[in-house]
């Protein structure tokens, strides 16, 4: 049901489930579709590989997931540092006891 709007459109969504519904990974579909806009395909005879577009200042924007827990922030941390590992995404955690910095 989220599919069409969660991925193909920029439209606001309000996911309301119950735990273990998936909410997570619906806010995981919105990141890869915001992030396809900045990817680019190499194709290596047989071989496709993906990267982001260093070109278009992809490094400088930030997603932002809000987690009610810093446990549940961990957890998604990891996931998503996981699942976005091979665009060379940086996944971080930010609580209120952490000073906001740049990284490079």
Known sequence: YVFPIGYGTNENMLVSAPTGAGKT??????VLRELKNHVI?????DKVTYSLDKSDNASLFKIV????????????????SKR?????????ELTGDMQLTRVR
Do not use: I, S
């Open 25 to 30: 990974d619906v806010a995981m579909m919105t």
């Open 41 to 45: 395909e190499h194709v290596t005879g």
């Open 65 to 80: 997931y809000v987690a009610p827990m810093k446990a549940l922030a961990a957890e998604v941390v990891a996931k998503f």
């Open 84 to 92: 976005l590992a091979y665009l060379g995404v940086v996944v971080r």
